[in-house]
């Protein structure tokens, strides 16, 4: 293609025991988020993933829903790292209808909580740039061979999958990718761990992934792992930024 540029409650008693916020209260450290997200309009959108409603979940900056395919592919509501998370099995995701407002062309942050249960790869976060053919991204977070990735593509040599370090199973990591238009760069809960020159953006208009990815025109890559807080920026964040971001 031409590139143009039953309702579920997040719960205490399910999934795992959630992490507290840097005061040791969860309650304080949502607050402290919303605080920080309310000040800052290069964030896009942030979802929280704290519940599903009807297949659906809405981000905290403007409503934006991440709705589910159908109901059979739905992840289910668990305690996260900050808040609620969602639980995505071999066959779930979300969808964020395409927009033309969230294009970044010129810089971009994305971010997510990760926590692996059974240590199979897949895609935490994607923007398929595709067709009926191609395996493209406009930018992907995605675990390969076990380690954290930031992939991106172009029309000419197709993937660069950069990888860092490890997302070990049942342990939260949270992965940043971060391109400022020259350069794109790895942080892994809140290091830098791989970075090299970068001035390519592709443009699509598919809808982005979470928990998934869409490759050669079918939806794939399934990842097994509770998601949460998951953020897109239209600016490159600073070290400190992610750093922050990543001690919450």
Known sequence: MWWIAAVGMACAACGHVGFSGNDGSDATASADVATSDAADSSLLFHYTLDELSNTTTLDSVSARPAQCPTAGQCPTPVTGRI???????????????????????????????????????????????????????????????GLASFTTSDTTSGNDKMTGTALPVSTWTHVAGVWDGATKRLYV?????????????LEDTEPMLIGADNNDGADGLFYPAELDDIR????ALSAPEVAALASQ
């Open 83 to 145: 808040g609620g998370a969602l639980e995505f099995s071999a066959s779930d995701e979300l969808q964020i209808a395409f927009d033309s407002a969230l294009y970044t062309p010129s810089a971009y942050t994305i971010t997510a909580w990760a926590f692996p249960t059974t240590g199979v790869d897949g895609s935490l976060f994607a923007w398929p740039a595709m067709s009926a053919t191609t395996v493209w991204n406009t930018w992907q977070l995605e675990q390969v061979g």
């Open 189 to 201: 809960n809140g290091v830098e761990v791989a970075a090299k020159p970068w001035t390519v953006y």
């Open 232 to 235: 897109l920026y239209s600016r």
